[in-house]
Nanobody, 126 residues
């Protein structure tokens, strides 16, 4: 089992930055690919970003590409989502998720991930 705890959410203004963190515990963190998803009120959960187990490959949704950066610190068992130039449409609950690297089918599909955090709220006011 892998336990995930997100932090760093909050209320910011459009154009501001935030960095989300996801702390992992349990099974060796280094063998897991990590993803960030978000869910806005009344909408389905959507893919935001993902990073491979060694951190050498990253993926982003078109809506955040160029503004968000995903990274990981394997020594600290943490993954991060740096969010710049935030927009009101980025308002959502953000979740981190973990998937065993050797079993992952698609980084952008939620069914690939079998461990999820409880989420952290990000609210961007315009």
């Amino acid at each position: 089992q892998v336990q995930l705890v997100e932090s760093g959410g909050g209320l910011v203004q459009a154009g501001d930055s935030l960095r989300l963190s996801c702390a992992a515990s349990g099974r060796p963190f280094s063998t897991y690919a990590m993803g960030w998803f978000r869910q806005a009120p009344g909408k389905e959960r959507e893919f935001v970003a993902a990073i491979s187990w060694l951190g050498g490959v990253t993926y982003y949704s078109d809506s955040v590409k160029g503004r968000f950066t995903v990274s990981r610190d394997t020594a600290k068992n943490e993954v991060y989502l740096q969010m710049n130039s935030l927009k009101s449409e980025d308002t959502a609950v953000y979740y981190c998720a973990a998937a065993p690297q050797k079993y992952i089918v698609s980084y952008s599909r939620s069914f690939s991930y079998d461990h999820w955090g409880q989420g952290t709220q990000v609210t961007v006011s315009s």
